[in-house]
């Protein structure tokens, strides 16, 4: 079955680059997704990438795939107080029919100014 | 309207009393999800309607949840019989139809219900 782990929690210092990662299970993941849900709201996408790709990068953010370890990670690069958030790393299984996306349980990044 | 609207944002209800929640996905979305987070933890998928197709409920955690969806439009998901362990948010998301094989799926997501049961 689907299983998509993360860390809980991360501390960094403001200016510095944040890692988060995140294991899956599923390898025949099509998509893989990070989303973010700021204290009080829902999730809000921040980038995808394809299963065929191994990196993405979108202004200060870099995913990182590595599909032989089924691992992916979201870099934050000069992490701002205003990234303090949840991160979640979500996967779309390949199957037939509809696709349903699996979320991790979410890592908590705290910005220290 | 511009995203996805959830209603009400926050309710507070006695244990064995029955709660409604309401969801009005973006038009134009034809999948729409529901999913229940609870305090410090992930979300967990309740239910999926998908167009006039049968909806999963595969998630649901018991018998005392329910959903419904009129059309491409609003869903309900309705909680009877309520009791503490259902405290938690729950989440509405909606995405456009998702095609077969290698499309990606992404969600949008109100700001969800927040339910307390006392």
């Known amino acids: 079955g689907e299983d998509v782990e993360q860390s809980l929690f991360l501390s960094v210092r403001e200016g510095d680059s944040s890692v988060i990662n995140c294991t899956y299970t599923?390898?025949?993941?099509?998509?893989l997704y990070w989303y973010k849900q700021e204290p009080g709201a829902g999730l809000q996408l921040l980038t995808y990438i394809f299963s065929n790709m191994d990196m993405k990068q979108d202004q200060r953010l870099t995913v990182l795939l590595n599909k032989k370890d089924k691992h992916l990670s979201l870099r934050i690069a000069d992490t701002q107080t205003g990234d303090s958030a949840i991160y979640f790393c979500?996967?779309?299984?390949?199957?037939?029919?509809?696709?349903?996306?699996?979320f991790g349980t979410g890592t908590k990044l705290q910005v220290i100014p | 309207g511009a995203g996805v609207s959830q209603s009400p944002s926050n309710k507070v209800t006695e244990k064995g009393k029955d709660v409604e929640l309401r969801c009005d996905p973006i038009?134009?979305?034809?999948?729409l999800y529901w999913y229940r987070q609870r305090l410090g933890q992930g979300l967990e998928f309740l239910i999926y309607f998908q167009g006039n197709s049968a909806p999963d409920k595969s998630g649901l955690p018991s018998d005392r949840f329910s959903a419904e969806r009129t059309g491409e439009s609003v869903s309900t998901l309705t909680i009877q019989r309520t009791q503490q362990e259902d405290s938690a948010v729950y989440l509405c998301?909606?995405?456009?139809?998702?095609?077969?094989?290698?499309?990606?799926?992404?969600?949008?997501f109100g700001a969800g219900t927040r339910l307390s049961v006392l």
């Open positions: 599923d390898s025949s993941s099509t998509y």
């Open positions: 998301a909606s995405s456009l139809a998702v095609d077969e094989g290698l499309g990606k799926n992404i969600q949008y």
């Open positions: 979500a996967e779309t299984p390949l199957r037939g029919g509809y696709q349903k996306v699996t």
């Open positions: 038009s134009g979305h034809t999948a």
